[in-house]
């Protein structure tokens, strides 16, 4: 791809999938498939992205993580919080070794988004209306895309003020 359309400038890491279920429940090989799409595919992508923007000195990468790397995933989505806290450490030590040669290297951790599967999945966070839409958080994302010096992880709480136990009831 870099022959025919340049060497990457910026690259946004936002694939995942979130299979619902706890470590009891979840059984190895779905583990190794959300661990796959959420975790091994954004270091995939980082490590094919970040030689050239390193020896251009110049790229910028974010991650799209999840406040669920920092709080769990509500008791049922054990392989994605555990896929997200690796995407947060791969975030860091990416920014460490790349940050001086002028790659910034960041996360964004969202709260809940305003999707069809969060609507599906728990329609009380629709209904109270404290998701945000999704279209607000990718402005977000590019907005801070020059503006952010590594390593910084953003949390984004979409439900502030709300209490964990109220939106998962």
Same mark, same amino acid.
């Given at each position: ?62 991650? &799209?993580? *999840? ?10 989505? $054990?392989?994605?919080?555990? #896929? @997200? =806290? ?57 907005? &801070?895309? *020059? ?10 709480? $979409?439900?502030?003020?709300? #209490? @964990? =136990?109220?939106?998962?009831?």
């Amino acid at each position: 791809a870099e022959a025919e359309l340049g060497p990457f400038d910026i690259l946004v890491n936002n694939a995942a999938i979130n299979i619902q279920g706890t470590i009891a429940d979840i059984d190895v090989e779905t583990f190794e498939r959300v661990l796959s799409v959420d975790l091994i595919a954004c270091y995939a992508l980082c490590r094919r992205a970040l030689w050239s923007m390193r020896d251009r000195g110049w790229g910028r990468v974010v991650n &799209i993580s *999840s406040v669920a790397a920092y709080i769990g995933g509500n008791g049922n989505e $054990a392989p994605y919080s555990v #896929a @997200k =806290a690796g995407v947060d450490m791969l975030v860091k030590v990416t920014a460490d070794e790349l940050g001086r040669a002028g790659v910034r290297v960041n996360a964004v951790n969202p709260g809940i988004i305003r999707t069809d599967l969060v609507a599906m999945l728990v329609p009380a966070i629709v209904k109270l209306g404290v998701a945000i839409p999704a279209a607000h958080m990718f402005a977000f994302y590019f907005a &801070i895309l *020059s503006a952010i010096t590594p390593p910084v992880a953003l949390a984004v709480y $979409a439900a502030a003020g709300l #209490a @964990k =136990a109220d939106l998962w009831e």
